[in-house]
């Protein structure tokens, strides 16, 4: 092949190093201004990540309140057309309050997506019904179904310290037949400890009454 024809590789090297050779370019950092090689495919600014971290950019990316250079920029007619366009547009108060209004109920009870009939099941195993008119319901307006069965047989609404025990252990079998209401806590513990153990010392026993005995009754309400 007669020569002149084509370039050489050497020159074809020199136009197009990074490319095939992998050289590396000099640059200078913008904060220490140290000279640092980089490979020309990367757009690097700075050294190392310190110095990428005092620089303005990071600054600007983090959003000190603090840091002067944002407040300044903030207070230029550029961070106030950024602010506007984050911000969005404000309504009056009287607009709000009617939007509220109509959005209130919107997705309550069966308007929810999640509507499940108004009948769950939480964690420890206990059914719990939808009665948000009810003076004890939990924040999401739900109670428990075995109080509920207990106060429809009563013909009152339990108090707070009454406690409904489970006959046969099953949390979620909520026959009244199966349900059985104590005064307090310490009385179902009491019932449930002399259950489990059958067996119990005679000085247990006189324990459980002599607690039984001056305990103070519960307040009416």
Known sequence: M???????????????????????????????????WVNPCVNAKYCSRKCFRNGKEWKIKIGK??????????DSPEGIKRRKEMTGRKLPIKIREKLSESHKGLYCGSKHPGWKGGKIKDKSGYILLFRPNHPFANNSGYVREHRLKMEEHLGRYLRPKEKVHHKNGVLDDNRIENLKLFTNQSEHIKFEILQKFPTLSEFGKTILKYKKSHQKSPKEH
């Open 65 to 74: 309140a603090n840091s002067k250079t944002l407040r300044k920029f903030w």
């Open 2 to 36: 007669p020569r002149g024809i084509y370039p050489r590789i050497s020159e074809m090297r020199d136009k197009l190093g990074r490319f095939i050779s992998g050289k590396k370019i000099k640059k200078v950092c913008k904060t220490c201004g140290k000279e640092f």
